[in-house]
């Protein structure tokens, strides 16, 4: 069954600092991965998807993830953070026959002025 | 905004009654799934359903069922509350199984 694994329930990067969340993955099938976002007291938003093809995969907001087949990784990225990217992060897989997508248990992450 | 409208927001209800969530997919998607998400387990995918049809089931309580109209709009009914049910139950729908899911801004449910 396929499964994601994020290290690190909290993490706190000052702003401007380098942005590093990690994911993951247990898949026994090639897996479709995704980032998702959610800002307090709302649904869930897509940063990016990895189907197939280029294995470093740009979203919205200037974030980037790659996926590393090697290390079973898709680690989220971003140069520089803002205070507006403070918020939960979901990494999550789609992997077998019942396409179901299934989430990791989220990353917190604060941005210090 | 991502096209995918629940209702209500919130709903406060007591331990034993019964509630109907309702979500309507953004147009042109044919899959709706629900999940609920609580502090203690997460993100839980609950139940998938395609163009009417049940497709996949996840930790989905029997307490619980939900539907898919041919309107394509999708009701989760809660019944027997309890108060481990109160939670964020969220609604999202896709284009087909492998899409990105476009999700609602949930229903926040408090059982007392």
């Known amino acids: 069954a396929q499964s994601v694994t994020q290290l690190g329930s909290h993490v706190s990067v000052s702003e401007g600092a380098l942005v590093l969340l990690r994911c993951n993955y247990s898949s026994s099938v090639p897996p479709y991965l995704f980032w998702y976002v959610q800002y307090p007291n709302q649904g869930l938003q897509l940063l990016l998807k990895?189907?197939?093809?280029?294995?470093l995969v740009k979203g919205i907001n200037g974030f980037e993830a790659e996926f590393k087949k090697s290390e079973t990784s898709f680690h989220l990225t971003k140069p520089s953070a803002h205070m507006s990217d403070a918020a939960e992060y979901f990494c999550?897989?789609?992997?077998?026959?019942?396409?179901?997508?299934?989430f990791g248990t989220g990353t917190l992450l604060a941005v210090q002025p | 905004d991502s096209g995918v409208t629940q209702t209500p927001k919130h709903l406060i209800t007591a331990t034993g009654q019964r509630v109907t969530l309702r979500c309507s997919p953004r147009s042109g998607d044919l899959s709706v799934y629900w999940y609920q998400q609580s502090l203690d387990q997460g993100l839980q995918f609950l139940i998938q359903y395609y163009n009417g049809e049940e497709r996949a089931k996840g930790n989905i309580l029997e307490r619980f069922s939900a539907q898919q109209f041919p309107d394509l709009h999708s009701e989760l009914n809660l019944s027997s509350l309890e108060l481990g049910d109160s939670a964020l139950y969220f609604c999202?729908?896709?284009?087909?199984?492998?899409?990105?899911?476009?999700f609602g801004n949930g229903t926040r449910l408090t059982v007392t």
């Open positions: 999550a897989v789609i992997g077998g026959a019942t396409n179901k997508l299934i």
């Open positions: 999202a729908s896709s284009v087909e199984g492998t899409s990105p899911l476009h």
């Open positions: 990895y189907t197939t093809g280029a294995t």
